[in-house]
């Protein structure tokens, strides 16, 4: 008997997806068919600003941002970027990983965003009316870090590994930062390279999700206090053994490559269950 796990994977999509269509719903239809100004109060209370005195009126958009799309291409991209690199994600890396690394790309491409814009002459025109929306960053993040610690796993297009494909998307970004939407660019970067970060340091034993990680760790118990013992079906249970063979395969590749003392703490306790 085990507690049914929480699947942030599907949790953020199908979120992102709602957000979405609450936000045009709102935004755009409803004025649109009773003959009305276009309503962008809620993009402007939920997106980004890097505007210093807007910043302190309005912290919580360093994190709403995130979750806001108004463009459908947009919020196609993102998600088919997502699904992708989402998927290669937690079969190697956890649920709560997940999750943190998603919130803490999108922060830190933010952090990123919002001093770009403070301290760059190139910005000072158009600074007050910044307004940046979308998971680019965060999706970014999640692609570059999985891309990172498997960077040699094969995907079925034309022959090409992971690393390929995450070069590509920073690529991308990079050559697109003097085509328009400079600050989105560099915000999207930012999640790449945070990203690239959290699996490069925790390779060391350097946690920088720690405080995401502790967040989600107090919400999950509590969570798990509400809701009874299931037991697992088929699906979860198969889910489950793949992702140990996974974890373990990977720990036995670097004992192959660097000896077991190269393990870190989580990886022996990986070994050591399986005995």
Known sequence: MEIRKINYFQYIIYLNIAIFILVNLF????????????NNQIINYLGLSADLDSLIKKPWVIFSHIFIHTDLFHLAINLCWLIFGGRIFIQYLNNNEFL??????GIFGAVVYIISYNIFPVFEIVKGSSLAIG????????????????PNLSINIANLKLKHIA???????????TNGNTGGHIAHLSGAIYGFFY???KKYNYNINWCTDYIIDLLTINKQKAFKFKRENDYDYNARKNKEINEL???????????????????KEILFNQK
């Open 249 to 267: 395969n990977s720990v036995l590749e670097k004992i192959s490559k660097s000896g077991y003392e190269s393990l870190s703490k989580e990886e």
């Open 100 to 105: 943190s690394t998603y919130i803490m790309g």
């Open 199 to 201: 699996i490069y340091l």
């Open 27 to 38: 935004s755009i239809i409803i004025p649109y068919l009773f003959n009305l100004e276009q």
């Open 167 to 177: 070069f590509l998307a920073v690529l991308v970004d990079l050559l697109s930062i």
């Open 135 to 150: 998971s680019s960053a965060s999706v970014l993040a999640i692609l570059i870090a999985i891309a990172t610690f498997v």
